[in-house]
């Protein structure tokens, strides 16, 4: 079975800084790997996902996640937060090669401050 | 493209009550996924519909849970008789083909359902 742990459920910021949500995953089989984002009173839209390949992946709104094997790890960075990042933020993970179901974390509310 | 439609949005309902969630999912998608997220835990599958045949519904919590998609499009989720514990989000999702991989899913806004 998986299962996804994201470290912080909630993360403040100010605009322009920085931010690391982090994601740490289990699995004993290959895995795909997602971010989802939830804007208040929207549905979750794919921020990106990481499938095979190079480890850093680039998603919309400048966003990007590593994959760290090792550590089993996909932390979702972005060099320079916005308001209207202000949402919640979702790892979740699905096995290759099994059923189509994702199995998610709780959920990072990132609060950028102006 | 519309997207994927929930409704209602919010439902408030008493303990014992039945309740009927919608989902409409895009046009043309076979795949159509149902999920959970209970207050302050993970969002966890409930089922999976290809076209109107239950591919997987390993998620569902009890008997009290229904889930229909007759003809292959919308589906159906029916609570009955809801209890506290059903209190919580539910979101649709769809996909054309399957695989998860390739083509994702789109999600819709879900239901927010109180139990009281």
């Known amino acids: 079975a998986q299962s996804v742990t994201q470290l912080d459920s909630q993360v403040p910021v100010f605009e322009e800084a920085p931010v690391e949500l982090r994601c740490n995953y289990s699995s004993s089989v290959s895995v795909y790997l997602f971010w989802y984002v939830q804007y208040p009173n929207q549905g979750l839209q794919l921020l990106l996902k990481?499938?095979?390949?190079?480890?850093l992946v680039k998603g919309i709104n400048g966003f990007e996640a590593e994959f760290n094997k090792s550590q089993t790890s996909f932390h979702l960075r972005k060099p320079s937060v916005h308001i209207s990042d202000t949402a919640e933020y979702f790892c979740a993970v699905n096995r290759q090669g099994g059923s189509e179901k994702l199995v998610f974390g709780k959920g990072t509310k990132l609060t950028v401050n102006p | 493209e519309a997207g994927v439609t929930q409704f209602p949005s919010h439902s408030v309902i008493e303990k014992g009550q039945t309740v009927t969630l919608r989902c409409d999912p895009i046009?043309?998608?076979?795949?159509l996924y149902w999920y959970r997220r209970v207050m302050g835990k993970e969002i966890k599958f409930l089922l999976h519909f290809v076209k109107e045949s239950k591919q997987d519904e390993s998620g569902m919590p009890n008997n009290r849970f229904l889930a229909e998609r007759t003809g292959g499009t919308y589906s159906t989720l029916k609570v009955q008789p809801a209890e506290l514990e059903d209190s919580g989000v539910y979101f649709c999702?769809?996909?054309?083909?399957?695989?998860?991989?390739?083509?994702?899913?789109?999600f819709g806004s879900g239901t927010r359902l109180t139990v009281v």
């Open positions: 046009s043309g998608h076979d795949n």
């Open positions: 999702a769809s996909s054309q083909v399957a695989g998860l991989g390739n083509y994702g899913y789109t």
């Open positions: 990481y499938l095979s390949g190079s480890t």
